[in-house]
């Protein structure tokens, strides 16, 4: 059982990640400074490094917690592989949706070198990529998906469409809101313009 004084941390810390994350939607994250996010989280720069002593440590632990909670969403879900498949994208996408201009999730070389520097992400980011390869190999045998394509092929076309969510203001010009679209995307990736 965690102490007072555990919890209150780890309170501290989920604060200071929730700031990073309002910060960096306005500004990006090679914008963000230590002082900006002691500031933003109510907290005294000291404080702050005693939670991640730099910009990198603090994108491990977002990256961390980003991970372990589409963990927690994937273990959630039964039933067919493509109605999970179609759950997952969903979660990926209003995760997304927090971060309009900067999906925590996207693939470019920081967070490739970062799957491939620190073991627990790494380590955590390979089981959940099998466990979404296994579903789209079930989807397949079950002919919800063409084996004409690869599990990279189809993993590559769900995140292409997290990033669907980012343009909002324009959509929500039209009338259509965040879960609509989210909605309509995932329908529309795996059961086509029907």
Known sequence: MASNREKKLKLREAQIMRSAVKLIDESGFAMLTMDQLAAESGVAKATLYQHFRS??????????????????????????????????????????????????????EDILHLFRSNESVGALFWKLSEQLFTLIRQAQADGEISADYSEAFVVSMIMTNVGVIRGRAVYSEAGLTAEKIIDNTAKILFTGLK
């Open 55 to 108: 910009k990198d440590e603090l994108f491990i632990a977002m990256t961390k917690t980003a991970l372990q909670q589409l963990a927690d969403h994937m273990e959630s879900l039964s039933g067919p592989a493509i109605l999970q498949l179609q759950s997952i994208m969903r979660f990926l996408m209003r995760s997304g949706a927090l971060l309009e201009d900067h999906p925590p999730m996207t693939m470019h």
